[in-house]
């Protein structure tokens, strides 16, 4: 991004005390092939940002590796308050991963479940109350629409409690009305997280996202973040929106000719 294209407005993000994440020298090489090199990216305690780039650039391993799943070849991620990231990322993919055979509920306190911790039924009805599923508290999975589900996923996911929230694409299984709806509610709902989300889709990056970074060529770097105006959720026909949707398309078109 060059100076003239800085928007505006800041953004609405305002530093809060929560940790962020500092992504510092980042490297990837599978066998001889280097997918990415030194990659550095700040995500402030609170802050949203949005991770785009086309098909195989390496997003999803970048992310896996920010969740501990993936080892990197080179550099560091650390949590900015010195304390270590192991047991405070909660991870959301792009299946719901809901267990067929337990319901709604159980499924929202599957990780206290599965660390064999005392489950706390009330807490997880307020988050289905919290995702407009109260009603579907007992229902199995099977039972309901994949927005639903997604909603259960949130559900799910807040319930860890965890700071920091990693989503890899979880929305893309929907149709565009109710990804419209559940980019609402993520919005709103992760207010008080720090959050790094990927997505291939400009609207959603510019609806819900503080700040957007694009990974483009081979091996792959990071673009400089584009901050969004406003607040979120955005208006889909937002102005500021519009704007810097066209811009990120082109850096994707460019990227993806390169
Ligand atoms: N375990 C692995 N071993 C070898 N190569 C891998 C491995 N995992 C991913 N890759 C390769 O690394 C590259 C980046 O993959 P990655 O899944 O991170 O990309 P992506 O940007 O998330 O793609 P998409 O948007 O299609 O999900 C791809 O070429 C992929 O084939």
Known sequence: MTDNDAPLRPSTHQPVDLPGLRISGLGLQYGTRAIFTDLDLTVQGGEFVV???????????????????????????TATDG?????????????????????????????????????????ARHLLE???????????????????????AIA??????????????????????TRAQVQDLTAELLQDHTVLLITHDPLEACRIGHRLVVLT???????????VPGPTPRAPDDEALLHIQGHLMRILMEGHGA
Do not use: C
Request: net charge positive; hydrophobic share 40%.
């Open 51 to 77: 991770l785009l780039g086309t098909s195989g650039v390496g997003k999803s391993s970048l992310l896996k590796i920010v969740a501990g799943l993936t080892r990197a070849s080179a550099g560091t991620v």
């Open 156 to 177: 799910r996911t807040l319930y860890e409690s965890h700071p920091f929230v990693l989503m890899d694409e979880p929305f893309s299984a929907l149709d565009t009305f």
């Open 217 to 227: 060529g081979h091996p792959a770097r990071l673009g400089p973040p584009i901050e």
């Open 83 to 123: 304390l270590p990231l192991a047991g405070r990322i909660a991870y959301m993919g792009q299946q719901d991963l809901l267990y067929p055979w337990l319901t709604v509920i159980e499924n929202v306190m599957l990780g206290a479940r599965l660390r064999g911790e005392r489950q706390e039924p009330d807490r």
């Open 130 to 152: 919290r995702v407009s599923l109260q009603d579907r508290a007992k229902a199995l999975p099977s039972e309901l629409s994949g927005g639903m589900r997604q909603r259960v």
